[in-house]
């Protein structure tokens, strides 16, 4: 059966999620779809109040189901039984997904959607498998190190794969045994509110997740200022993760993950595989249309072969089949909305007058929604734009080098340390650039995640604090007590 749908007739659930239901509020927020930019819906804004009453519900569900206390298994098994309930109910996700972001409805079942479940199985397993340590003590004592949950945890998570990111933070939180509210991005607020409400269907606790729409500067203010949100985690850009850590600093110091921003380097040597890297590099700077924290957005090849990688990445990103979200067919995304489209575009001729040179793209594309050409630039120096913005949109700039030590300087970038990718066929060469990236994440030969879910993810310099994905993400949901008993 195709996965394709008409979008004007998919009904959204418009409101707040809270205490197991769906709690109807005005939308305060126009909204418009970026495959056609048609306003379709707007988004609700929720005070403090608002966010009150869901710490509360968060605070009460702890209390009555006693989450983080139950038999580790139970929080397994619940889990697991959310997982394959998302898995059931992936068409009526992704069509609520598709309508209003940029993820297409194919991608989204095959991908975002089958990817999420599996982590949320991964995250389960830790339930009953991670505990807490006794430490090595004379006769006369005994030391323990007690694992425990936070409590409530305060999630907020950006607009370019709103289901994945926001199983990134349920996922751990929620198997290490707290409640969560969470505020996705006012742009693409609504599978979130059906992830809850298929949670509450699968048996998870109401109130366990709880997620309020609304903006950053009044929902999300409220939500990490609140004194009751015993952790914030963060997906979203360096300049929102430095007001919330300043606001946090304000209002009562609580830990934080925050994973921001990037700006990633895929660095080519001439004895790698060519065509499998062009096929790496055009896949990441076209799928979401380069809207991707790790993108690999600038290219810096050896230059004897950089005229044919650049040709095979030319040929690869121009085969792309641009289309609307809610076609099944549809391998390009639109940009989110007119304005981060004026912005990419903005950067493109800012990188062309500062002696850029487009080879192909560097404007929109002809159709209703907000799409924008795969663009590659070259002649570009360390100070370029493209170089130096997170463009967050399908622009590669590509570098050449002769040497090691030049491939290292252009792939380092003052703020951005998030992911790089290396190509080549050199064992040794490959230890000594992971070594030396200054990036949380180094791909070598491939640039994607693997779906073993088991490696972390996170950023170096102003990329981020912390991790999420693999056990890492797990224990940053748990803190620790030490107990001393003399015997
Ligand atoms: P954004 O920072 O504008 O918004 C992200 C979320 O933060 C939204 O829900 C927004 O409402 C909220 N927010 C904004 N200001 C806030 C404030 N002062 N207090 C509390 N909440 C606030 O980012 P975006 O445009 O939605 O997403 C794109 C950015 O996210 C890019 O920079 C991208 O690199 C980053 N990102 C990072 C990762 C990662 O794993 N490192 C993953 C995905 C996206």
Known sequence: MSLSFNPDTIPLPVGHFIDGELVSAEGAMEMRRPSDGKSYAACPVAGVDLV?????????????SNWGGVRPRERTKALHAWADLMEAEAQTLARIEALSSTRPVGQLVAGDIAVTAEQIR????????????????????????????????????PWNFPISMAGWKLGPALAAGNAVVLKPSEMTPFSALYMAELAVRAGLPSGLINVVLGDGPKTGTALTSHPEIAKVSFTGSTRAGSAIMENVARTGVKPMTLELGGKSPQIVFADADLDKAATAIAGSVTFNAGQACVAGTRLIVEKSVADRLTASILEKIKAMRPGPTWEEATQYSPIISERQRARVDGIVRAAVAAGGECLT?????????????????????????????????????????????????????PAYGLASGLFTADLSRTIRFARRLEAGTVWVNRYSRSRDHILPTGGYKRSGIGKDLGREAYLANRRTKSVLITL
């Open 52 to 64: 009150d009453r869901a710490v509360e519900s968060a605070k009460a569900a702890l209390k009555a």
């Open 361 to 413: 793209g560097g404007t929109f594309m002809e159709s209703r929604g907000y799409f924008y050409q795969p663009t590659l630039i070259t002649n570009v120096r360390q100070h370029n734009p493209a170089i130096v913005e997170e463009i967050f949109g399908p622009v590669l700039t590509v570098q050449t080098f002769e040497t090691e030590e030049e491939a290292l300087a252009l792939s380092s970038h």
């Open 122 to 157: 991964f995250f389960a397993e830790f339930a009953d498998k991670e505990g807490s340590e006794l430490a090595p003590t004379d006769d006369a004592s005994l030391g323990m190190i007690m694992s425990e949950p936070y409590g409530v945890v305060g999630a907020i998570t």
